[in-house]
């Protein structure tokens, strides 16, 4: 995290000064429970650092090995990602269950200062994963990038879904009061249209892959081929199955507790009176559908993607842009 984005969490900590914490009833408590995670030390976080060395196989940048970075937008399948890209990595191994959080093996950079968590420690494969929100900019140069896309308008129910019940209090906040939320993007994130406009102008760029998240879930077979030739890594006919196997909703939602953001939930348990065990999970029984978005946050939606978006692209929506990106 920024310097400027620690000294405004701290700042607005000061601000929420003796208020008792909880579940958020608006969209200003959630402000203020998240620079209640915010304030205190830090002992153990480290930064994230590019890892030198003799590269690997593959790896041309700059003599030292390139990370993965899997920064898709938030709730445009940045976890199935995660998961994925861990089991192929592990592969060899006959991959790894073997974890209480997805984002502790695949750290979440955006929220390493919050977790008090070191970029820096070992992980359990090569190459090095890293979970973010960012746009090109703003992320470590010479890298590798994996970004799934997805339909804003699908992306603002489950963000909203995810939420609700978890830092919000159960239906305290109406969907359409979540549009500020919405429109800033995730921690240390950026708002939708950077984020897709960014990874857009890089979608035929070597060192970055670019799916659409509705063609990833279709095509898990070739999306997990994709990842795996992109990481530069061999799969067995074994280990393929063994990755789609646990790279299936089925799968992710017997285990969700490996990714509903534990470490994140610890911290809110103790900082914020948020109960740990709130349902935070990120894995559902069934994926989130646009149709559930109130017809006023559909129009202004609409209105951002005419705007900031179609003239970027020449894609008058989503889907002309997914059928695109799926012909890659």
């Known amino acids: 995290m920024s310097e400027t984005a620690k000294e405004t969490a701290k700042e607005t900590a000061k601000e929420a000064g003796g208020k008792a914490m909880g579940q958020a009833t608006s969209i200003e408590d959630y402000a203020a429970i998240m620079g209640a995670a ?28 390139t990370d993965v970075f899997i920064t898709s937008w938030a709730k445009s399948g940045t976890t199935l990602m995660q998961q994925m890209f861990h089991q192929i990595r592990t592969a060899h191994t006959g991959g790894d269950m073997d974890f209480d959080d997805i984002s502790r093996v695949v750290p979440w950079d955006d ?47 489950s963000f909203y879904r995810f939420l609700n019940g978890w830092h919000f209090k159960r239906d305290a906040v109406p969907m359409e009061a979540f549009w500020p939320m919405w429109k800033g993007g995730g921690p240390n994130g950026c708002d939708y249209a950077t984020h897709l406009l960014s990874w ?9 892959l670019v799916m ?23 799969l067995t006919p074994q280990g ?11 799968f992710m939602v017997e ?64 889907a002309s842009l997914a059928a695109e990106i799926e012909a890659l």
């Open 200 to 208: 857009y102008a890089r979608r035929k760029e070597a060192d970055t």
């Open 38 to 65: 915010m304030s205190g030390e830090r002992t153990r976080h480290r930064p994230y650092e590019p890892m030198r060395g003799t590269p690997a196989p593959g790896d041309t940048k700059d003599g030292h090995h």
């Open 255 to 318: 285990h969700q507790s490996k990714f509903d953001d534990a470490m994140v939930c610890a911290v809110l348990e103790r900082a914020c009176g948020i109960a740990a065990n709130m349902d935070s999970s990120k894995v559902q029984a069934e994926g989130s559908s646009s149709q559930a978005l109130p017809p006023s946050i559909a129009d202004q939606i609409d209105a951002l993607w005419a705007t900031r978006i179609e003239p970027e692209t020449g894609h008058a929506d989503f």
């Open 111 to 157: 929220t390493a200062y919050m977790l008090d968590f070191d970029m820096t420690q070992p992980q359990p494969a090569a190459p090095r994963g890293f979970k973010s929100h960012r746009d090109y900019e703003r992320l470590p140069a010479g890298q590798r990038y994996v970004v799934s896309l997805r339909d804003p308008k699908e992306t603002y129910v």
């Open 212 to 234: 659409n998240y509705r063609w990833v879930v279709a095509n898990r077979d070739a999306a997990m081929r994709r990842l795996a030739a992109f990481c530069d890594i061999a």
């Open 240 to 250: 393929e199955a063994m990755v789609l196997e646990r790279t299936s909703r089925d």
